[in-house]
């Protein structure tokens, strides 16, 4: 089975502008989530979406949205990037949304802001 | 903020085993402890889980404590490609809270030959 993909794997961006980055779970995930990791702040949760809807979200301003499509497909976009935007942007997938299921990672989007 | 605790590194000499300990003494009746493991700028892998009983699987296995307060994942011979950063996570799994992992600073593990 084939794992989490994600799109493009490398990006390099000017301040201002946005971005828009690809997800793709593995078949019969439901749930797709988010995460950034920077070296000063770790790993850390930005969204959870399950049919299509966000069902959380972490401590991020308004500029990191996302949605998820009927085949469970997934995009983050962030809008006006600022330099601390730079960051390696982690998608993971899980069966669903209630259960001990665990969540297995793509190999992420490392994204630059210049 | 992370509910665990976890030592900041460690070393280990290929072959032995590799015990790698987690503090989470306020964990709750329904959370799970998770392991994950992140070798260098590559996606966290899932290891294993458990809730109260000892686990085992091709990787690794987990041992939790009676008291549910502490737990140590077990490698059982390490080799070079198990240098990583590991994380221990507890979390809810059992409602519609979602499958959010709040991740600490983990703990890195050095195998060498």
Known sequence: ?114 | DAKTTQPTSMDCAEGRAANLPCNHSTISGNEYVYWYRQIHSQGPQYIIHGLKNNETNEMASLIITEDRKSSTLILPHATLRDTAVYYCIVRVGTNQAGTALIFGKGTTLSVSS
């Open chain 1, 1 to 114: 089975k084939a794992g989490v993909t994600q799109t493009p794997r490398y990006l390099i961006k000017t301040r201002g502008q946005q971005v828009t980055l690809s997800c793709s779970p593995i078949s019969g995930h439901r749930s797709v989530s988010w995460y950034q990791q920077t070296p000063g702040q770790g790993l850390q949760f930005l969204f959870e979406y399950f049919s299509e809807t966000q069902r959380n979200k972490g401590n991020f301003p308004g500029r990191f949205s996302g949605r998820q499509f009927s085949n469970s497909r997934s995009e983050m976009n962030v809008s006006t990037l600022e330099l601390g935007d730079s960051a390696l942007y982690l998608c993971a997938s899980s069966l669903a949304l209630a259960g001990p299921y665990e969540q297995y990672f793509g190999p992420g989007t490392r994204l630059t802001v210049t």
